[in-house]
């Protein structure tokens, strides 16, 4: 990997992720209940720890040595580490019933240990130098984000109040729509096709878009009219606005890898 795509690629990352890994807190500080002070202590801890990462990570040049952007990653790898084993502990208590009256689904709390996974394993293979053969590539990041989008719809459904029919009615159809774009990418991931160019995936590709589209102009929507207080919910502004850039970014992976299939020959990176 070239220096300046190593480079670019890691603060692309750490910038998205840590962002990410910063609210994931705050939502779960929120689901706690009031005596789960060391819960609390815990989450407060690792909110300021990725604030201070993504704050840092805007204040490195694109043309920063190597050397520094490796050492950064590893740093930034034992955070997301942590705060994966801090996730994965709550859900443990929450599914042996040790935090009754706490209000994070388990789902939520999984879903947010999943992203903490591949944000480690995404720098750990960014500092060995590992870039996936393209079609393995564009078939793993599908299956990972196709299941954090059907997420997302079960999430909004389920926040919505029951009286916002309408809304929770299409968060149920995005629900059956992604988990079936899901299943379809699972059977595409069995089949592992070698070719880069077969037009399999960039049908695949297409497909996935226009379903992403659509849910991220329906998160857009009602991102705005909870901000607007135009709703009923119990959803944070926040988390909406969360969602909403997990949709962004799932679509600009998704132009990165078309990219890569038009120009094979050119290193594959989400641009800044």
Known sequence: MKAEVFVSRSLNEIQFWSRIMKEHSFFLRLGFRA??????????????????????SHGFQANEDPAVIQRFNT???????????????ILGLILTCQLPGQT????????????????RNRLAELNQGK???????????????LRIMADHAKFIGH???????????QAREFTHDFDQLLFQAQDLDSMRPQSETQPLLTQFLDQNRISVKALKDFKQ???????????????????????????????????????????????????H
Not at 75 to 89: G, N
Not at 134 to 141: G, K, S, W
Request: proline content about 5%; glycine content about 0%; some cysteine.
């Open 159 to 169: 926040l919505l109040d029951p009286s916002e029919r309408k809304l929770v009615d």
């Open 131 to 145: 870039l996936e053969p393209l079609a393995d590539a564009i078939i793993d990041e599908n299956v990972f984000f």
């Open 104 to 119: 994070n689904f388990p789902l939520l709390v999984d879903h947010t240990s999943r992203e903490a996974n591949y944000f």
């Open 35 to 56: 005596e789960d002070t060391q819960l609390i202590q815990e989450a407060n801890y690792f909110y300021n720890l990725f604030e201070k990462i993504e704050h840092r």
């Open 221 to 271: 929507t009602a991102r705005n009219l909870i901000e607007q207080c135009k709703i009923k919910s119990i959803i944070h502004p926040l988390l909406a606005d969360h969602v909403f850039r997990e949709a962004e970014r799932f679509l600009e992976i998704i132009d990165m890898f078309e990219g890569a299939l038009t120009h094979p020959n050119q290193p594959f990176h989400i641009q």
């Open 75 to 89: 740093e930034v790898h034992t955070a997301a580490s942590h705060i994966w084993a801090f996730k994965r502990r």
